[in-house]
């Protein structure tokens, strides 16, 4: 026998935070799936809320990327409408100076309003332009953990960062990071920091992801003939969460932007399991249309290891990724149910 279940599952950052189920008295009651139940179906509502920060070098040299960056922007924005996401965008910079007078980009959020959604997105273009006035010691992980802690957003009245939203830092830089106030950036200092400030979820799935748009090799690509250095510390950060590093260095950005997009969503729309499931077993659905097994256009069923155990997920790819308001029906059978 089959049994069915109808449920609501916020999903953030491949996160499912709460399981009901509703009994014959119309009260929710917690959900746990039995060991011996034949088999699970649901209804499944996502979070679409993402905090996206952009923390960006404004040293000298970094104009040229700073303008490609924002040329690719509305790309971006344009997919995360079409999904209907619940975006917060904010920018940031690499100086962490205490001279504010020198240095005016230093130690906060740009701009006004400090982020910036749906309704005034339309800013951003010409926001992520910081300029090359800042400090030539990029200290990107301090700037990050700065603007991103309770203390900081308090102290301005803010609310950007959301408890229940994925946070994607998108870091573009051409140096190393010289970070020191917050943490030792060689270490996992800033790892620990994120993971205590956006916890993983109860179901599994980090609630913070790390791009890096910056120096991959020993190759120079600076017009101006500048030095460059592998960003090794922000690599450590985006290995840490799964998310994409990109070369600086390619004319327009073009793919370092469809990437972290990709990752986003990727993030935000997964369906976390309970259990591990039987792969033969899973049906889906997405707006009434049936879904297949694709790396293309399907699903395909993926593992991540968390605090020492193995969480199953399905990830969504191409036109098979769910909208924001469109249910995604999911049928499975446990591993070794009978």
Same mark, same amino acid.
């Given at each position: 026998?089959?049994?069915?279940?109808?449920?609501?599952?916020?999903?953030?950052?491949?996160?499912?935070?709460?399981?009901?189920?509703?009994?014959?008295?119309?009260?929710?009651?917690?959900?746990?799936?039995?060991?011996?139940?034949?088999?699970?179906?649901?209804?499944?509502?996502?979070?679409?809320?993402?905090?996206?920060?952009?923390?960006?070098?404004?040293?000298?040299?970094?104009?040229?990327?700073?303008?490609?960056?924002?040329?690719?922007?509305?790309?971006?924005?344009?997919?995360?409408?079409?999904?209907?996401?619940?975006?917060?965008?904010?920018? @940031?910079?690499?100086?962490?100076?205490?001279?504010?007078?020198?240095?005016?980009? @230093?130690?906060?959020?740009?701009?006004?309003?400090?982020?910036?959604?749906?309704?005034?997105?339309?800013?951003?273009?010409?926001?992520?332009?910081?300029? *090359?006035?800042?400090?030539?010691? *990029?200290?990107?992980?301090?700037?990050?953990?700065?603007?991103?802690?309770?203390?900081?957003?308090?102290?301005?009245?803010?609310?950007?960062?959301?408890?229940?939203?994925?946070?994607?830092?998108?870091?573009?830089?051409?140096?190393?990071?010289?970070?020191?106030?917050?943490?030792?950036?060689?270490?996992?200092?800033?790892?620990?920091?994120?993971?205590?400030?956006?916890?993983?979820?109860?179901?599994?799935?980090?609630?913070?992801?790390?791009?890096?748009?910056?120096?991959? @090799?020993?190759?120079?690509?600076?017009?101006?003939?500048?030095?460059?250095?592998?960003?090794?510390?922000?690599?450590?950060?985006?290995?840490?969460?799964?998310?994409?590093?990109?070369?600086?260095?390619?004319?327009?950005?073009?793919?370092?932007?469809?990437?972290?997009?990709?990752?986003?969503?990727?993030?935000?729309?997964?369906?976390?399991?309970?259990?591990?499931?039987?792969?033969?077993?899973?049906?889906?659905?997405?707006?009434?249309?049936?879904?297949?097994?694709?790396? *293309?256009?399907?699903? @395909?069923?993926?593992? *991540?290891?968390?605090?020492?155990?193995?969480?199953?997920?399905?990830?969504?790819?191409?036109?098979?990724?769910?909208?924001?308001?469109?249910?995604?029906?999911?049928?499975?059978?446990?591993?070794?149910?009978?």
């Amino acid at each position: 026998m089959k049994k069915n279940v109808v449920l609501s599952l916020v999903l953030v950052s491949s996160l499912i935070a709460l399981m009901m189920i509703t009994g014959c008295s119309g009260t929710a009651t917690s959900f746990e799936l039995p060991t011996k139940q034949d088999g699970f179906s649901g209804k499944v509502f996502y979070n679409n809320k993402v905090d996206i920060l952009f923390v960006i070098d404004n040293s000298r040299s970094m104009l040229q990327y700073q303008q490609r960056l924002s040329t690719q922007i509305p790309n971006m924005i344009s997919t995360l409408n079409s999904l209907k996401m619940d975006y917060r965008v904010a920018v @940031t910079t690499t100086t962490m100076s205490n001279n504010a007078g020198t240095y005016p980009m @230093t130690r906060r959020l740009i701009g006004s309003p400090v982020y910036l959604t749906s309704q005034n997105i339309n800013l951003l273009t010409d926001r992520i332009v910081v300029g *090359e006035s800042g400090s030539d010691l *990029e200290r990107g992980l301090d700037s990050m953990t700065h603007v991103t802690s309770a203390n900081y957003l308090n102290s301005i009245g803010s609310d950007f960062i959301r408890a229940d939203a994925l946070l994607s830092i998108i870091f573009i830089s051409d140096e190393y990071d010289q970070s020191s106030e917050f943490g030792n950036p060689n270490s996992n200092d800033f790892i620990n920091r994120l993971d205590t400030r956006k916890p993983d979820g109860e179901a599994g799935g980090k609630l913070w992801l790390a791009n890096y748009i910056g120096i991959l @090799t020993n190759e120079s690509c600076d017009i101006l003939g500048g030095s460059v250095s592998i960003g090794s510390q922000f690599i450590r950060l985006v290995n840490a969460s799964g998310g994409v590093s990109s070369s600086i260095c390619n004319p327009d950005l073009a793919l370092a932007v469809s990437n972290i997009k990709a990752r986003i969503i990727d993030q935000i729309t997964a369906y976390r399991f309970p259990t591990a499931p039987n792969k033969s077993s899973i049906v889906v659905s997405v707006g009434g249309r049936a879904i297949h097994e694709d790396p *293309e256009n399907g699903w @395909t069923l993926e593992t *991540e290891n968390l605090t020492g155990a193995t969480k199953y997920f399905l990830r969504f790819h191409g036109t098979s990724i769910p909208a924001a308001d469109q249910h995604v029906n999911v049928q499975y059978r446990p591993a070794g149910a009978s």
